[in-house]
């Protein structure tokens, strides 16, 4: 089984300062990896996955994340971060191959404040 | 391209009724289907998955149930509601390879 720490529950960061969201995980098999960010009253988007390969992976609005398996960890960064940003962001892991759940983080709570 | 709803998108239902939420996906096939649910400030909490036609498997017991009467539906419902079956309920399909899941607009529940 696998399990997922977000290490903080809320971020507060100014407009354009860079940021850093933390995760690591728990896992006795191959894993993937994932950050999905959630905006008030919606649904989950997908931000970025890590399936094999590059341990740096790009994703959508300026976001990307690093997987380190020694530290078992994947954390999200942005250079950069705009008011529009504001949501909550979610780790989750699953194991490499499998067809079934993903185990969530429990989440973390971005403001970019002007 | 692949895209999924969710009805009612609101829901205001007294103690004690019945519920029935619907998700359908389009643009895919042979899907595996989620339901979770998502209480006020808190993470996700996975209810039912399915990998098939009428294959349901329940995550957490409680008082809601799951079906999939067709390949790219599936309807999550209550006989009677409880008052802490409120929260945002979504639904989510992925496939293969990667199983990465992409995620409906979700349906408010207020048990009242």
């Known amino acids: 089984a696998q399990s997922v720490t977000q290490l903080d529950s809320q971020v507060p960061v100014f407009e354009e300062a860079p940021v850093e969201l933390r995760c690591n995980y728990s896992?006795?098999?191959?894993?993937?990896l994932f950050w999905y960010v959630q905006y008030p009253n919606q649904g989950l988007q997908l931000l970025l996955k890590?399936?094999?390969?590059?341990?740096l992976v790009k994703g959508i609005n300026g976001f990307e994340a690093e997987f380190n398996k020694s530290q078992t960890s994947f954390h999200l960064r942005k250079p950069s971060v705009h008011i529009s940003d504001t949501a909550e962001y979610f780790c989750a892991v699953s194991e490499a191959g499998s067809a079934r759940q993903l185990t969530f983080g429990s989440g973390t709570q971005l403001t970019v404040l002007p | 391209s692949q895209t999924i709803h969710q009805w009612p998108a609101t829901l205001v239902q007294p103690v004690g009724s019945p519920l029935s939420l619907e998700c359908t996906v389009e643009g895919t096939s042979n899907p595996n289907l989620y339901w979770y649910r998502q209480a006020a400030g808190r993470g996700l909490q996975l209810l039912f998955y399915s990998v098939g036609i009428g294959q349901i498997s329940s995550e957490v017991p409680q008082n809601l149930s799951a079906s999939r009467p067709q390949d790219r539906q599936f309807i999550l419902s209550s006989k009677k509601l409880l008052l802490s079956d409120s929260g945002f309920y979504l639904c989510?399909?992925?496939?293969?390879?990667?199983?990465?899941?992409?995620f409906g607009p979700g349906t408010r529940l207020t048990v009242t």
């Open positions: 896992s006795s098999v191959s894993v993937y």
């Open positions: 989510a399909w992925s496939v293969r390879p990667s199983y990465e899941q992409y």
């Open positions: 890590y399936l094999s390969g590059s341990t």
